[in-house]
């Protein structure tokens, strides 16, 4: 049985880390009403924080040894934009949609690089 390399587990908790990012801010509005009427102090910005902070860390560790140039640059290009979308969102709530189009972006380019590089392995 193989195991599963460093990079590999890190494309893999992208796509996982990714998807789940997606699911919060689809779910997050309706999750924030039910919780704030029982909760009114909470906040869910240390979620923000901790998604940001993962997907940073997932980014850097796939792109440490990306398929190709044009993937590593694809994985900081699409982190980027999803964190800066994501920073700034409260104060334009339009970005939301660039940060689920970004979001959308690291799930795909983690599957790219993980495909890349996983038949690049078993040659």
């Known amino acids: 049985m193989r195991?599963?390399?460093?990079?590999?587990?890190?494309?893999?908790?992208?796509?996982?880390?990714?998807?789940?990012?997606?699911?919060?801010?689809?779910?997050?509005?309706a999750l924030l009403a039910w919780w704030g009427t029982r909760n009114p102090g909470a906040v869910a910005e240390c979620w923000e924080l901790a998604?940001?902070?993962?997907?940073?860390?997932?980014?850097?560790?796939?792109?440490?040894?990306?398929?190709?140039?044009?993937?590593?640059?694809?994985?900081?290009?699409c982190f980027g934009v999803f964190a800066a979308a994501g920073l700034l969102a409260e104060q334009w709530p339009g970005l939301a949609a660039v940060q689920y189009a970004a979001s959308a972006g690291?799930?795909?380019?983690?599957?790219?690089?993980?495909?890349?590089?996983?038949?690049?392995g078993s040659r």
């Open 51 to 77: 998604f940001l902070v993962l997907s940073g860390l997932l980014v850097a560790l796939a792109s440490r040894r990306a398929a190709t140039s044009g993937l590593r640059l694809a994985l900081w290009g």
């Open 3 to 29: 195991l599963l390399s460093l990079q590999g587990a890190a494309d893999c908790g992208g796509v996982l880390n990714a998807t789940l990012c997606t699911i919060h801010c689809a779910a997050g509005p």
């Open 106 to 120: 690291l799930i795909i380019t983690h599957l790219l690089n993980r495909r890349r590089t996983s038949c690049e």
